[in-house]
C-alpha cells in the first residue's frame, strides 16, 4: 500500500512554481502589469484558487513584504514607523 500525501495550500502552490522566488516574482510583475498594488494581487490570487492568504506566508520574499507592508502604511492600516507625518 502506498501512503497518501495530503494536499495542502502549499503543495498546490509550490506545484505551480519551483520556488518562493517564482511566486513572489510572478505576484509581482501580474501587480506591476494591471497596476494594482501587491496585496490586492495576492488576496486575488488565493481568492481564486481558494487558499488560505496564510498559506502563501512563506512563499513571499522580503521584497514582496516590504512593498505590501508600504501600501499596507499607505492605506493607514499600519502605523508608520518613519517618522514622517502623514500630510
Known sequence: MTEEIPVTDEFLITKQFKTAA?????IE???RD???PCMDILIDYCEKRNI???????LIS???KEKIRVE????????N?????PL
Not at 517564482?22 to 510572478?26: A, N
Not at 488560505?52 to 512563506?58: N, T
Request: no cysteine; glycine share 6%; proline share 0%.
Open 22 to 26: 517564482e511566486f513572489s516574482i510572478f
Open 52 to 58: 488560505e492568504v496564510s498559506s502563501v506566508a512563506g
Open 62 to 64: 522580503s521584497s514582496l
Open 81 to 85: 514607523d518613519d517618522g514622517i507625518l
Open 72 to 79: 499596507a502604511q499607505q492605506l493607514n492600516m499600519l502605523k
Open 34 to 36: 494591471s497596476r494594482s
Open 29 to 31: 510583475k501580474l501587480a
